[in-house]
């Protein structure tokens, strides 16, 4: 005899940046409801998307996001969800209900689409879409073990607050951004640093910006 597999349900419980971390990190508490069923373990597959079309967007987000979705006018068309990152997690055993961590790094390179668009935002709520997968492992009549796939029809969605987002960042590169440079790129760029004997790379973006505005 074969016992029904357990049906789980998800929801995002909170977000909050994970102190202290060796990088910019968001722990996402996860509940995980198996409507009383007793559940030996829980292999997820996530799937964190960013619902891009779930928001509005101010002058200044839209000129910053131009890179990632064009001009304004063209949204209708070229605005969409991005995907964030994908991970997986081992959920111990539990009885009906649990709540389980979900460590998400942040990167703060610009040449990842979702990093752009975080950053792009000045205040608000990340629409947020978690997409779920996997193996839940169940006990069954007499208490034999018995294994079910998760439908990635399992989901949950979620508003994180950009602040938080920009909390974690802050933590670890305050009033900071990093820029990705082509190696031939970054000796042209010290070369000029070195032959105007600039302080900082700051100074010398400075004065290429000075020059390309006059």
Do not use: N
Not at 59 to 66: F, G, I, R, S, T
Not at 105 to 116: L, N, Q, R, S
Not at 134 to 160: D, K, M, N
């Amino acid at each position: 005899m074969t016992a029904a597999a357990p049906e789980l349900r998800f929801t995002v419980l909170g977000v909050a940046p994970e102190r202290p971390a060796a990088a910019p990190t968001l722990r996402f508490s996860l509940g995980i409801d198996a409507g009383g069923a007793a559940v030996r373990s829980v292999m997820l597959e996530i799937q964190l998307r960013i619902a891009a079309t779930q928001r509005g967007y101010d002058a200044a987000e839209q000129a910053k996001l131009a890179e990632l979705f064009g001009a304004p006018h063209r949204w209708a068309d070229t605005l969409r969800g991005l995907l964030w990152t994908q991970a997986t997690l081992v959920v111990p055993p539990f009885d009906g209900s649990t709540v389980a961590d979900l460590y998400v790094p942040c990167t703060y390179d610009f040449e990842v689409a979702a990093a752009k668009y975080l950053a792009a935002l000045g205040d608000g709520d990340v629409p947020l879409e978690l997409l779920f997968s996997g193996t839940v492992f169940y006990a069954g009549p007499a208490g034999a073990l018995q294994v079910s796939r998760i439908s990635w029809s399992a989901e949950a969605a979620h508003r994180l607050p950009v602040r938080v987002w920009r909390e974690a960042i802050d933590g670890h590169f305050p009033h900071s951004a990093w820029l990705r440079l082509d190696r031939d790129a970054f000796d042209r760029l010290a070369a000029f640093k070195a032959a105007r004997t600039l302080p900082s790379w700051e100074a010398a973006l400075d004065v290429l910006l000075q020059d390309a505005e006059t």
